[in-house]
């Protein structure tokens, strides 16, 4: 595994449990969805993949140890996120080319030339023309800015992506296009996904596994294939019948 929760709990302050007793896994070339309902826990338990909560009891494991907090480099080079909000997550003050580069500059990955042809060569993979580097994200469609975040992303050639609801904001038809792009990363690359949606359809268009969270526990979990054809429990086929058509799996 990746990146894994073992047995993870975790409690805001004064709060109830937000996330009980949680395992789960992504394996090198795996796609999971993280698929429940609003306060289901989804965003607390990326919060704890990504090193940037404690765990109440049990643990976070990174290539098979335990990650240290906070995470260190080789962490950060190996795991990247694309968040929901395609507006808000993009710096208004910089040119593409320089929100692109970001991880290869904090990481200290590439500077000069060898950055530059990173660059480039992230955008060309995400279907952007080297020729927008130098615009300024207002300039750019929802899922525009989209791939622009993905370009970032993965120009450090992560080994796993997080992306928190990346298709959420964006009307149909480019949502169509931004799973599409996420699922050719994943074949080009061989990158493995994590991605976090209320959206079934979504997740069944790119992830091979699921796990399904209700009130911060897993209801269930396994091939998406399984779980959307035969669901076990009464909430999962309450979250299938929500989805209006399926695409098929
Ligand atoms: N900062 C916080 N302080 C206290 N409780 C919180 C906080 N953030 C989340 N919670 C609670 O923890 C539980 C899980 O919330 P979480 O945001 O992880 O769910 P979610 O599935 O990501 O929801 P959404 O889809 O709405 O983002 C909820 O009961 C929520 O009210």
Redesign the pocket.
């Known amino acids: 595994m990746i990146l894994e929760l073992r047995d993870v709990s975790y409690r805001?302050r004064k709060?109830a449990l937000?996330v009980d007793g949680v395992s789960l896994g992504v394996a090198a070339g795996q796609s999971v969805g993280l698929v429940?309902e609003?306060?289901?826990?989804?965003?607390?338990i990326l919060k704890l993949m990504l090193g940037l909560a404690r765990p109440a009891s049990g643990t976070v494991l990174f290539d098979g140890g335990e990650l240290p907090l906070p995470a260190p480099r080789r962490f950060r080079a190996a795991v990247q996120t694309v968040f929901q909000d395609p507006y808000s997550s993009l710096d208004p003050r910089q040119r593409v080319a320089s929100i692109v580069a970001e991880p290869l500059r904090s990481l200290g990955i590439a500077r000069g030339d060898r950055a530059r042809a990173l660059v480039a060569a992230s955008l060309a993979s995400v279907g952007l023309d080297a020729d927008m580097q130098g615009r300024y994200p207002h300039e750019f469609s929802g899922g525009q800015r989209q791939r622009i975040a993905i370009a970032r992303a993965t120009v450090c050639h992560p080994r796993l992506l997080l992306a928190d609801e990346p298709v959420s904001a964006l009307d149909v038809t480019t949502r169509i296009q931004v799973i599409d792009l996420l699922a050719e990363l994943r074949e080009s690359q061989g990158l493995s996904i994590l991605m976090v949606s209320?959206d079934l359809s979504a997740v069944a268009a790119l992830c091979e596994q699921t796990v399904l969270l209700h009130r911060?526990r897993v209801v269930e979990s396994g091939a998406t294939a399984q779980i959307l054809s035969v669901p076990r429990e009464e909430y999962t086929r309450r979250l299938v019948e929500a989805v209006p058509r399926l695409p098929a799996v």
């Open positions: 805001y709060g937000a429940g609003s306060g289901s826990g989804k965003s607390t209320h911060g």
